[in-house]
Each structure stands twice: as C-alpha cells, then as structure tokens.
C-alpha cells in the first residue's frame, strides 16, 4: 500500500494522559498537513510541514499540541494532558510539490482520539 | 461564520435517482475549488479539482461546476448507486501555494434501496 497511512486508527485515553500518533505519507511527497475533524463538521487545517520545515501552524494548535517531522518523512502529533475536547479524529495528508494537479492532497484514514 | 457553506446538510435519495449538492464560499480570492468524498471512518478522497477559470469538471458520474462570480459550486452525481452513500466535503485552497484548505462542513448523502 504506497498511500497515507496513520497508527493508531484509534485512541481512548483518559483526560490528563498524553498521546501520541504518527502519519507516513505517501513516499517522496515533500509536505505534510495535519488536521482535526470533530463529528459532523469539515476538517480543520492544524499545521503543515515542508521536508523537515513546520511551516504554519493554526490558532487551534495550542500549547498541549506539537508536531515534528525530524527526518522529513514520518510525522508525529502529540497532545500532552488531554482534555475530553481533544476528542476528535486527527487527519494527515501528503502532497508533492512537483507533483502539478494543484498540489493535490492525499488523505490518510485518519486517528480516532477518544478522551474519557 | 464558515467561510465555506454547504446544502443541504443532509440528503437522502433513492438508488438509481440523480442529486445536486450546493457550496457557497466566501474565501477570495482563491486557487482552486475541490469536491472531497469521505465515507463514515475514513479520510476524505478527492474527486474533483477546478481552477477559478474553470466552470466544469467531471469524474464519471460526478459533475461539478463553478460560478466564480457568485462564488457557488455544485456537486452533481448521476444515476446514484448506494456506494455513493457518503459525506461530500466542499475545499477551497487559497492562492498562496496551496498550503491551506479551508473545509466546508459537508452534506451527508444517504442512497436507499
């Protein structure tokens, strides 16, 4: 499977604890989005990353959140002390620069984050 | 206020019977518009991708168009099978490379037997 892949597929934590997930994206695409998704609503953009670079990051990224992306390939997001608001599901996406298509962005499956 | 709206928020049609799904935005000016398909648990899927100067798109039974003065898009599907049945995700990008997507909040389309 050469496409987007995320692990876990699905979290349940309690408040308080810290987690962490992990994005592959699709070899050799130099940038990588993460976003968050709660129930019912689009995705919103939370930071991307060009090769190693974190590029932008949104408002919604507060401090509990960060994101590397050591080697510029895999990505990790961890969130320190969850809250039951970090319930949601957390998308990751790859894109290739030189790939032309309007720097199309391929989506993994997606984290599942369950905070109790 | 969602910079990208989307109707109606759900839709429920019979198999076999066609559907037009609405998205009005207000992000401008903008690089190009996006259709995304993204079933229950999954991560969205792209189906189609049309520029500012571009007024339709087709992806076999997926037809969208653009009216960039009145900054609306349709989602048209034809001849609907239940695989259809998904949420269709509106995107705008903005002109700045791309970086950014901003997600409508989606129609929930349900096909019946």
């Known amino acids: 499977d050469t496409g987007v892949s995320q692990d876990p597929r699905h979290k349940i934590t309690k408040r308080g604890q810290n987690v962490t997930f992990r994005c592959d994206p699709i070899?050799?695409?130099?940038?990588l989005y993460w976003y968050r998704q709660t129930l019912g609503q689009g995705p919103e953009f939370l930071t991307y990353?060009?090769?190693?670079?974190?590029?932008?990051k949104s408002r919604l990224l507060s401090d509990r959140f960060s994101a590397e992306r050591p080697k510029g390939s895999f990505s990790t997001l961890e969130i320190q002390r969850t809250e039951q608001g970090d319930s949601a599901m957390y998308l990751c996406?790859?894109?290739?620069?030189?790939?032309?298509?309007?720097?199309?962005?391929?989506f993994g499956p997606g984290t599942r984050l369950t905070v109790l | 206020k969602n910079q990208v709206e989307q109707s109606p928020q759900s839709l429920i049609i019979l198999e076999g019977k066609n559907c037009t799904l609405q998205c009005n935005y207000t992000v401008s000016p903008f690089s190009n518009l996006r259709w995304y398909k993204q079933d229950t648990g999954r991560g969205p899927v792209s189906l189609t991708i049309?520029?500012?100067?571009?007024n339709t798109k087709s992806n076999g039974r997926y037809t969208a168009t653009l009216d960039a003065d009145t900054k609306q898009s349709s989602l048209h599907i034809t001849a609907s099978q239940l695989s259809d049945s998904a949420s269709y995700i509106c995107v705008v990008s903005d002109p700045f490379g791309n970086e950014k997507l901003t997600f409508g909040t989606g129609t929930r389309l349900t096909i019946i037997p």
């Open positions: 990353f060009q090769n190693e670079a974190q590029l932008e």
């Open positions: 049309m520029t500012f100067s571009e």
């Open positions: 996406a790859s894109s290739s620069r030189t790939s032309g298509d309007h720097n199309e962005q391929f």
């Open positions: 070899s050799e695409h130099n940038r």
